[in-house]
């Protein structure tokens, strides 16, 4: 994502599995703080229905950018 100060920042796209409705945006910073250094700790999480996947299986990360560049709802 981009930003003002820091060029880019780091989000998470978060699929909930099993309907898990529960789970909030502060849970998911916290439970990323703990695992990872401070410079790569997110900055949003965006909920989505699911991870847009090529034929083969990897993440199309152009789609992401391009939700975010849309507005994707939080």
Known sequence: MLDEAA?????????RSNGNIETTEDEIKKFVSKQ???????????????????PSGKILRKDL?????????N
């Open 7 to 15: 060029g880019e920042v780091p989000v998470a796209f978060v699929v």
């Open 36 to 54: 990872v250094v401070f410079y790569k700790r997110i900055n949003r999480v965006f909920f989505i229905d699911a991870i847009p996947k090529s």
């Open 65 to 73: 950018r391009a939700k975010l560049a849309a507005g994707v709802p």
